[in-house]
């Protein structure tokens, strides 16, 4: 049974790079939102899905954050107070699940609440291939209205060997709603100094989180069961076929979490 915010989002990633050389991707996928208070919970409530422990389909805390076993949701909340940024509220994780044990999360979406229920922050949590991890932590307006979300920040963790380390993300993030039909949607422009490089979104409609459509959304999507890794990697050899080059992988960032703070930062 559907409990709660969380809920399944089958939808369409796509990925379109313009320059210096032209390549483009679409993949049918799904991803999870999971409210953290609500992981243990819906584990018990279903057959389909473990938390902390195997499923058709499951969640792993060291899949995340800082990869220990501390909950989630701690791990967040500290990262607002150190930035200043209030909390107390729900704080809800869009990725993907494991899918029969496996599973790889280019990027990973904390929308956090404050305990109004309001949008405080989020927290965008990219993956590289190389087994490194990095945050960038973005408040909200206090005054902006709900809506769609526009955050700016300077790229400082090296994702892909065909980008170069001086590039700027511009976020554009539609957060879940709670209704039966509403959908989430995060896109993200890539530019250099000479304009847009690259550009990567993914859009889901809400399904209720349950066993039955938990198989159904299985049965729907068999690729992922092969594994995002593969996928990412069959793209990377069709770029490097078409003659782009390596760039050298420099060392992550110290600091786990960049806190991002803008006057900017708002929804419309």
Known sequence: MSQGASALYPGLVAHRRSRPRAHALRYRIFMLLLDLDEGPALARGLRLFGFDAPGLMSFQTRDHGDGSD??????????????????GGPVRLLCMPRVLGGVFN????????????????IL???NNTFGDRHSYLIPVATDAPSGVVRHTAEKVFFVSPFMDMELTYA?????PGQGETDGVAVSIEVADAKGLLLSASFAGQRQPLDDRRLLATWLAHPWMTLG????????????????????PRPRAPQNPVTLTPQADAQAA
């Open 228 to 247: 995002v890794m593969g996928a990412i990697h069959w793209e990377a050899l069709k770029i490097w076929l078409k003659g782009e080059r390596i760039r």
């Open 106 to 121: 280019p990027i990973s979406v904390y929308f956090c609440h404050r305990s109004d229920g309001a949008l405080s922050a």
């Open 171 to 175: 976020f554009k993030v539609r957060p």
């Open 70 to 87: 501390t909950p989630l949701k701690v791990q967040v909340e500290q990262h607002l107070a150190r930035a200043g940024i209030t909390g």
């Open 124 to 126: 965008y949590e990219v």
